[in-house]
T-cell receptor, first 113, second 113 residues
Framework: QKEVEQNSGPLSVPEGAIASLNCTYSDRGSQSFFWYRQYSGKSPELIMFIYSNGDKEDGRFTAQLNKASQYVSLLIRDSQPSDSATYLCAVNMSGGATNKLIFGTGTLLAVQP | EAGVTQFPSHSVIEKGQTVTLRCDPISGHDNLYWYRRVMGKEIKFLLHFVKESKQDESGMPNNRFLAERTGGTYSTLKVQPAELEDSGVYFC???????????FGDGTRLSIL
């Protein structure tokens, strides 16, 4: 079992729709959760992070965390073609000396105009 | 504010040669991380510096890899001698402190022939 699992996609949504990206993790000690967006050949760009159960909203993005079920999701409202990218889920066990991120393989999102 | 800068962006070398990758973190960021993504796999942690000290090097594959951060500013990652399986994209990230999110550079694409 992978430590962080994501559906590789591609996830195809029409422009203006809600894109829902999901991620599950295996380590119950994970405390911090991150969503990065990566365009081809570019750096992973941090778009959301969440530490507590529930929802966190930032503009068109909402991160949802459910520690009991060990999943974290990212909702993108009013999807735009420019949102087409690979979305990486990452978790870490903060509070200790190590701060390494454990990544999923990423979900490719394609927003159709 | 300048982001994380990596050099070179691409490197193509032959098996058995030596390559050195460089990372300049965001100014003022004490924490510097190296990660690697090999073909078809997820991004994986290599090591973590706090200033000039190695905090966690549990992800380093073997002793052919040497990371340094003299003076606590930029870091280098040397691969000597390079093997075919070392091909991939090497990312550097930095954070101001251990509890802050990590910001990534564009990566160095390393190809071993």
């Amino acid at each position: 079992q992978k430590e962080v699992e994501q559906n590789s996609g591609p996830l195809s949504v029409p422009e203006g729709a809600i894109a829902s990206l999901n991620c599950t993790y295996s380590d119950r000690g994970s405390q911090s959760f991150f969503w990065y967006r990566q365009y081809s050949g570019k750096s992973p760009e941090l778009i959301m992070f969440i530490y507590s159960n529930g929802d966190k909203e930032d503009g068109r993005f909402t991160a949802q965390l459910n520690k009991a079920s060990q999943y974290v999701s990212l909702l993108i409202r009013d999807s735009q073609p420019s949102d087409s990218a690979t979305y990486l889920c990452a978790v870490n066990m903060s509070g200790g000396a190590t701060n390494k991120l454990i990544f999923g393989t990423g979900t490719l999102l394609a927003v159709q105009p | 504010e300048a982001g994380v800068t990596q050099f070179p962006s691409h490197s193509v070398i032959e098996k058995g040669q030596t390559v050195t990758l460089r990372c300049d973190p965001i100014s003022g960021h004490d924490n510097l991380y190296w990660y690697r993504r090999v073909m078809g796999k997820e991004i994986k942690f290599l090591l973590h510096f706090v200033k000039e000290s190695k905090q966690d090097e549990s992800g380093m594959p073997n002793n052919r890899f040497l990371a340094e951060r003299t003076g606590g500013t930029y870091s280098t990652l040397k691969v000597q001698p390079a093997e075919l399986e070392d091909s991939g994209v090497y990312f550097c990230a930095s954070s101001q402190n251990i509890n802050q999110p990590q910001h990534f550079g564009d990566g160095t694409r390393l190809s071993i022939l």
